[in-house]
């Protein structure tokens, strides 16, 4: 299977679908370790709170322009939570993404030197690290680090050590200007969360996902 859509069911609410996208591979296993405050990714984490995980249908598509047409397609069809039509937690309409997308050779070049800075030029991951990044994307724990790894760490460290400047140094040491006044904490009246105003007024009470 090349592209596809996707479709992420809640199964603490009876596998109802809560957001739709398109990929292909394991795109559609990406969100399972995203940690932002959108309100898909917060729905996920609810939902593993509760000791379970979200359920992740994938509908085959011949080719990009036609996993593009099936995204718009069920989201229009199931309808957006934030314009009150139905129970998707998509911000957009779909149709976004750069899969295939062509870069100019100055982005190339940009992408090359940030390569470089990583030190990543020429080299690949080891098997380890290979298989510390799947079991990230499926949602699996690992356990503590062997001690081969942290000793591979701290001579990295050592290698490329950061060391600041007496100018920056001073001006770190230095006072700070006036601190802003931090907005008093409210609660959301559907879920009870409390947080700033900024943050209840924009994803909570009448955009609360529990409303």
Not at 27 to 48: A, E, G, M, N
């Amino acid at each position: 299977m090349d592209f596809y859509v996707y479709l992420y069911r809640d199964p603490t609410r009876a596998d109802e679908i809560f957001y739709v996208g398109k990929g292909k591979k394991s795109r559609s296993k990406v969100h399972l370790r995203r940690s932002d405050r959108h309100p898909f990714v917060q729905r996920i984490q609810h939902i593993k709170n509760l000791g379970a995980m979200p359920k992740i249908e994938q509908i085959p598509a011949i080719d990009e322009d036609h996993s593009i047409f099936l995204e718009k397609c069920l989201i229009s069809i199931i309808g957006r939570k934030d314009l009150s039509l139905g129970p998707l937690l998509n911000l957009t309409d779909g149709g976004e993404g750069r899969s295939g997308a062509i870069c100019s050779d100055q982005t190339k070049l940009k992408l090359r030197l940030t390569q470089h800075k990583r030190g990543m030029v020429g080299k690949k991951h080891s098997q380890e690290t290979k298989d510390l990044i799947a079991s990230k994307v499926l949602g699996v724990k690992k356990g503590p680090r062997p001690d081969a790894v942290k000793e591979k760490i701290r001579l990295t460290k050592s290698q490329n050590a950061f060391v600041f400047s007496d100018e920056i140094k001073a001006k770190m040491s230095g006072k700070r200007g006036p601190q802003k006044q931090k907005s008093p904490l409210v609660s959301c009246q559907h879920c009870g969360i409390i947080s700033r105003i900024a943050q209840i007024s924009r994803w909570h009470n009448d955009n609360c996902r529990y409303k």
